[in-house]
Nanobody, 123 residues
Framework: QVQPVESGGGLVQAGDSLRLSCVTS????????MGWFRQAPGKEREFVGA???????YYSDSVKGRFTISRDNAKNMVYLQMRSLKPEETAVYHCATQRPGMRYDSWYEYEFWGQGTQVTVSS
């Protein structure tokens, strides 16, 4: 059973940094691509970034240069380091697993999702 579980969310001020973590159960973690998405109330789920099984990183234009994704296959962990956070980035952040070769920015092509962790950025 593959189950991602996110942690690390919280309340921060605009301009602050925050690091989210996601641990995924299952033996095949190193073979999965991992993605981060966020969803604010009343808005669609939005791609944030992804890291492939081979370590390639992809980011949405809105976070490029401020967010960094990394993974530790030995620990079944993926991280999202967020810097210079903005109030409009308040959302529930989810991590998800994906088989290699799929579109990394399409949420419907991800298989297993975590419950999410709330990030609130105050102005």
């Amino acid at each position: 059973q593959v189950q991602p579980v996110e942690s690390g969310g919280g309340l921060v001020q605009a301009g602050d940094s925050l690091r989210l973590s996601c641990v995924t159960s299952g033996r095949a973690f190193s073979r999965y691509d991992m993605g981060w998405f966020r969803q604010a109330p009343g808005k669609e789920r939005e791609f944030v970034g992804a890291v492939t099984w081979s370590g390639n990183e992809y980011y949405s234009d809105s976070v490029k240069g401020r967010f960094t994704i990394s993974r530790d296959n030995a620990k079944n962990m993926v991280y999202l380091q967020m810097r210079s956070l903005k109030p409009e980035e308040t959302a529930v952040y989810h991590c998800a697993t994906q088989r290699p070769g799929m579109r990394y920015d399409s949420w419907y092509e991800y298989e297993f999702w975590g419950q999410g962790t709330q990030v609130t950025v105050s102005s």
